[in-house]
């Protein structure tokens, strides 16, 4: 069974940071493209930050310069580290992969790239 299974999520004052990881199985980790997503309520769920199997990285204007994406291809792990958190960055976060490579790399921050999913976890910045 193909799954994601994101954990780090919680509740931090603006200012503060945190680390997101993502557990990858059932599916070939080395060769996917790997993003974060997040969904605010009310919002359309958007592209946060991808890495792709040889290693290049995208980054949503709004995370530029506070966001890091990183990719583990032992522990099958991908990870995301948030600095400077604020208020806005308030949503659920979703881990997402690219295994079947339909939509090329101009379509790396878009939902539709992506065939598999996990949970979601909650991140929450607020004083």
């Known amino acids: 069974e193909e799954l994601l299974v994101e954990s780090g999520g919680g509740l931090v004052q603006p200012g503060g940071s945190l680390r997101l990881s993502c557990q990858g199985s059932g599916y070939h980790y080395l060769s996917a493209c790997m993003a974060w997503f997040r969904q605010a309520p009310g919002k359309e769920r958007e592209g946060v930050a991808v890495v792709d199997s040889d290693g290049a990285k995208k980054f949503a204007d709004p995370v530029k310069g506070r966001f890091t994406i990183v990719r583990d291809n032992v522990k099958n792990t991908l990870y995301l580290e948030m600095l400077d958190l604020k208020p806005e960055d308030t949503a659920m976060y979703f881990c997402?992969?690219?295994?079947?490579?339909?939509?090329?790399?101009?379509?790396?921050?878009?939902?539709?790239?992506?065939?598999?999913w996990g949970q979601g976890t909650q991140v929450t910045v607020s004083s």
């Open positions: 997402a992969a690219d295994t079947v490579r339909t939509l090329g790399w101009a379509f790396a921050l878009k939902v539709a790239k992506y065939n598999l």
